[in-house]
């Protein structure tokens, strides 16, 4: 086991960069990081709490991009019906479902129509299943029958 849980992103001695050079180069980087992903989960965790409603457009616009594009594991363990093993505190599930509400609101809801396109965009086949579930259509505003 690697240790690393939920809180690890938030434990003493960490902190987040302040500059936005500095936080799109550390978003970047975690998109385009390739090991183990469920090593990322706690950092996709944080990076949709802390960064998808950000004052900065550009930031917001890497936040949704990397967040959906490093829930695609997950979607598909999830769609073929295998139980993932991750975290010991917040299941992969969890995690997925919490990260794609903040990304379909971020659909629905940034100030900004060319982020809420990109953030759709960033939704290919591998989410279709899940975005057809009735608690994602009600978060786009729509009711279910």
């Given at each position: 086991?690697?240790?690393i ?8 001695g ?6 936005v050079?500095s936080?799109l ?10 090991f ?5 989960k ?5 990076l949709?709490k ?7 457009s ?5 936040t ?17 019906g ?21 990304l379909?609101?971020v659909?629905?809801?940034d100030?900004l ?9 960033e939704?290919?086949?591998?989410f ?8 994602n ?9």
């Amino acid at each position: 086991s690697s240790g690393i849980n939920a809180e690890w992103p938030l434990r003493p001695g960490w902190s987040a960069p302040t500059d936005v050079t500095s936080k799109l180069l550390a978003i970047k980087t975690i998109g385009e990081f390739k090991f183990d992903d469920k090593l990322l989960k706690p950092f996709i965790t944080h990076l949709a709490k802390e960064y998808l409603n950000d004052s900065n457009s550009e930031i917001r616009r890497e936040t949704a991009k990397t967040c959906a594009r490093k829930l695609i594991p997950c979607v598909k363990a999830t769609n073929a019906g295998v139980s993932m093993v991750g975290a010991r505190v917040y299941s992969p599930h969890t995690m997925m479902t919490d990260v794609l509400t903040k990304l379909l609101a971020v659909v629905v809801a940034d100030p900004l129509a060319e982020i809420r396109l990109a953030t759709l965009r960033e939704f290919n086949t591998d989410f279709h299943k899940q975005l057809a579930l009735s608690e994602n259509i009600q978060v786009l505003g729509y009711e279910t029958v």
